[in-house]
């Protein structure tokens, strides 16, 4: 069974880098891992997914060890408007090859960013 | 405009009276999902569908049914609903529902949410 384990919250400033860490360590072989926005009251937003090494995209980058057994969510000079909640999300199948759409996702990182 | 939509966003009902959350989704995608969220437990799958006709349990499908037999729709029903049912529920879309043999990508378009209340 796949799980994940994120920190529960973190508090960060304006303008500083936050990278937000998510373990995994029975991801399936063949599965993404992608990360998501969540603002109260508001469905989860996509924001970035990565199979291996390093992705980045318009908003954040995303780093995958070698092992696949961890990801680091990377937030640049971040504002007040990117507090929220951020979740990590793999398949619920460990190991081996999967195919299913059965997801589990982290309990989510609460990012507060201070002025 | 490509969207996940729900309806109703807001219901107040009483233990044991059937209820309907429809979701919709205008993308053409295969597969879609129903989850809820609970303060501090997080976003948990009640049932998903990989494409028409084909459903399957989530982690808390209990107390809770669906079906799928259009592909822009997958209502989530409440037979009889009672009150640890009151939670925020969404829906979700994706493009990609997995295939043996593939890399399985999660990129999901969720609705905007459907706050329930079970009295």
């Known amino acids: 069974l796949a799980k994940t384990t994120q920190p529960i919250s973190m508090d960060s400033y304006e303008g500083q880098e936050v990278n937000i860490t998510c373990s995994h360590n029975?991801?399936?072989?063949?599965?993404?891992i992608t990360w998501y926005q969540q603002f109260p009251s508001q469905g989860p937003r996509f924001i970035i997914q990565?199979?291996?090494t390093k992705v980045t995209n318009e908003v954040a980058s995303l780093f995958i060890p070698a092992d696949r057994k961890s990801s680091t969510l990377s937030l640049p000079r971040v504002s007040l408007s990117d507090t929220a909640v951020y979740y990590c999300?793999?398949?619920?199948?460990?190991?081996?090859?999967?195919?299913?759409?059965?997801?589990?996702f982290g309990q989510g990182t609460t990012l507060q960013v201070k002025p | 405009e490509a969207q996940v939509t729900q309806n109703p966003r807001y219901l107040i009902t009483v233990t044991g009276k059937k209820l309907t959350v429809t979701c919709s989704q205008n993308?053409?995608?295969?597969?879609m999902s129903w989850y809820r969220q609970d303060p501090g437990l997080g976003l948990r799958q009640i049932y998903y569908?990989?494409?028409?006709?084909?459903?399957d349990k989530g982690d808390v499908p209990e107390g809770y049914k669906v079906s799928r037999k259009e592909k822009r729709n997958f209502p989530l029903i409440l037979e009889s609903p009672s009150p640890n049912q009151t939670s925020l529920y969404f829906c979700?879309?994706?493009?990609?529902?997995?295939?043996?043999?593939?890399?399985?990508?999660?990129?999901?378009?969720f609705g905007p949410g459907t706050r329930l209340t079970v009295t």
């Open positions: 979700a879309s994706s493009s990609h529902s997995g295939t043996s043999g593939t890399y399985h990508s999660y990129e999901q378009y």
């Open positions: 029975n991801i399936a072989t063949n599965d993404y």
């Open positions: 990565g199979y291996k």
């Open positions: 999300l793999v398949g619920d199948i460990a190991g081996r090859s999967s195919n299913t759409g059965k997801l589990i």
């Open positions: 993308m053409n995608h295969e597969y």
């Open positions: 569908s990989m494409n028409v006709e084909v459903t």
